[in-house]
């Protein structure tokens, strides 16, 4: 059958190509799609970096209509079809690879040829007919891919730094809540895997929403490096192309669009080839996934068993954990969450390397370190609400399990020692491991307190927090 698509012709450096009427993108996006098939990552996957770019173009418009450079038909064409854009229109328009060379060339011209083709449309022209509404002549006036893609990276993760600071507080106040529930729930606590200790789990899960509480301001503060860009810097930060004045205006319109504190940078040449801010917040998420890993893998230690393990916790059962082994339940959820953040991990170390790429006036490495990046913020949070929902939140402790261990643990001794002293301390440990009875009942057998003394000693209240006992022993424990 004959092919009766409707197509036109568009033209770059190489030649004309057919491009299907249907789509809002050019000539050039048509030869990354073809030239970049890499990964299954997609600018229509990642609505921040679209974001991002909407922002980018519509702060140089802004700033492009104010020094005549372009027409105000043609500059409210472009801030429509970018506020199209923010609302999630055209997405089907963004079809390249995140992962490309070029230095992101390839992801500003398709932003570049989606929104003039979207203008033309709102200006009652064609699609294609450039000499009203151009991707490179208006469009992009004033800038470079150089200034335009970095600049849109930068906003896009800051954009999605908002939304992952939303997740990441609602995991903490799981974390809380879990705290607030098992604040009575006494175990025993361990360093280096023996026991230590004890303490509450509640004492535990507060630990847990603590540290994550830090990583906020640690987020926060990587992110707000963001917020300086290098808009006006255009090839190689000298600001070629562009008017006097035109960088200061350009930012100013963007902190007016967004209502963010951006900065330009105080030194454009520096700014273009540097993509520290980039590889900052990507380290700030790395702290962040370790954190949660270790979360992860003390939920997974202390909900280990059912039977032979720690079995502190009752971990949801989700699924069936083993194809030969009937009854057999795994951590499914604690373990998909390691996962996740081995991968932020393993991204971040490509940030770095991609950061440590820049030659000369340029890093031409943005497009993976913007992939990675992207990446890592939405594991992060489909992450952390699937512990949050899925695990946290119907987890259920085992108190008598709990008590049992500390009833037979030896590191309650510990306890012991500012009344009777680390020497005797340590003769009652070392009888029980070499006996195998109870700590508790050795003291009393040796006379060395009252019972009611150890009650006091060993009572929960008293070994959670610092404490001070009026409290004599009955005698010293003979020499071995």
Request: glycine share 8%; hydrophobic share 40%.
């Amino acid at each position: 059958m004959a092919d009766t698509k409707k197509t036109r012709i568009e033209s770059d450096l190489l030649g004309s190509r057919e491009i299907e009427e249907k789509h809002l993108y050019g000539v050039q996006t048509l030869r990354a799609i073809e030239n970049f098939n890499i990964s299954t990552f997609r600018l229509n996957e990642t609505p921040d970096l679209l974001k991002g770019l909407a922002y980018t173009k519509m702060g140089a418009a802004m700033a492009n209509v104010k020094q005549g450079i372009i027409t105000q038909q043609q500059f409210d064409a472009i801030m429509q079809a970018c506020r199209e854009i923010l609302d999630g229109k055209h997405t089907e328009a963004f079809p390249i690879d995140m992962i490309q060379g070029g230095a992101g060339t390839s992801t500003n011209m398709n932003a570049n040829e989606v929104i003039a083709n979207r203008a033309l449309e709102i200006m009652g022209h064609r699609r294609g007919e450039y000499k009203y509404c151009s991707p490179n002549d208006h469009v992009n006036a004033s800038q470079s891919t150089n200034d335009a893609f970095p600049t849109a990276i930068h906003l896009g993760i800051y954009s999605m730094h908002l939304r992952l600071i939303e997740h990441l507080k609602s995991y903490i106040a799981s974390l809380q809540e879990k705290s607030r529930e098992f604040a009575d729930v006494l175990k025993m606590g361990r360093t280096q895997l023996e026991d230590a200790v004890p303490m509450t789990m509640g004492q535990t899960f507060g630990g847990f929403a603590s540290i994550l509480e830090e990583e906020i301001a640690n987020l926060d503060h990587a992110a707000g490096q963001l917020l300086t860009v290098n808009m006006g810097a255009t090839a190689i930060g000298t600001g070629i192309c562009s008017e006097p004045g035109y960088a200061e205006l350009c930012v100013e319109a963007l902190r007016e669009i967004t209502g963010w504190d951006i900065k330009l940078a105080h030194h454009l040449v520096g700014a273009t080839s540097d993509t520290s801010h980039i590889i900052g917040y990507s380290q700030a998420m790395k702290r962040l996934a370790v954190k949660l890993s270790k979360i992860a893998n003390d939920i997974r230690l202390m909900g280990s068993g059912p039977r032979c393990g720690l079995g502190e916790l009752d971990v949801p059962a989700r699924q069936p954990g083993s194809s030969i082994m009937p009854g057999k339940v795994n951590p499914v959820i604690p373990e998909v969450m390691s996962q996740i953040c081995y991968k932020v991990i393993g991204n971040d170390v490509c940030v770095t390397m991609a950061g440590e790429a820049a030659q000369l006036e340029l890093n031409a490495m943005e497009p993976v370190m913007a992939q990675c990046a992207f990446e890592s913020g939405h594991y992060l949070m489909r992450g952390m609400d699937t512990m949050r929902d899925f695990c946290i939140r119907d987890m259920k402790a085992n108190r008598e399990k709990c008590l049992a261990h500390i009833h037979n643990s030896m590191g309650i001794v510990t306890a012991l020692n500012p009344i009777i002293g680390y020497k005797n301390s340590t003769k009652i440990a070392k009888k029980a491991a070499e006996t195998g009875r109870g700590v508790y009942e050795l003291v009393l057998e040796m006379g060395i307190l009252t019972k009611e003394d150890l009650d006091t000693i060993l009572a929960p209240e008293n070994m959670i927090k610092p404490v001070k006992l009026d409290i004599k022993p009955l005698k010293d424990l003979p020499e071995a």
